[in-house]
């Protein structure tokens, strides 16, 4: 099983999945009771500014899982990487090809 490294550089691969998915990604502060709130109708999600490259990635990661990933809408990298987190994640992320 791969392991993701919890660096800047994966955060940004993460945040270009939801780029390519039409996602915006803001991060602001609020009260979250899980970190994180989605506004499904315009595709926007928001992370509570004050967590680390950490517990912004594990935050992109749950939202991940709750999302449909169109692989068809993913540059090569992306892929890739998608496919990385696939393998690393115990949940199953829904994703249509």
Request: with cysteine.
């Amino acid at each position: 099983m791969a392991v993701l490294n919890f660096t800047k550089t994966t955060l940004h691969k993460i945040e270009q999945i939801f780029q390519e998915q039409d996602y915006t990604i803001r991060y602001e502060k609020g009260n979250f009771q899980s970190g994180y709130c989605i506004v499904e109708n315009n595709k926007i999600v928001i992370v509570n500014k004050f967590f680390d490259t950490e517990g912004r990635i594990n935050c992109l990661l749950d939202i991940l899982s709750m999302i449909i990933v169109m692989e068809d809408r993913l540059s090569e990298k992306s892929k890739i990487f998608f496919k990385q987190i696939l393998k690393s994640q115990e949940f199953k992320i829904k994703q249509v090809a």
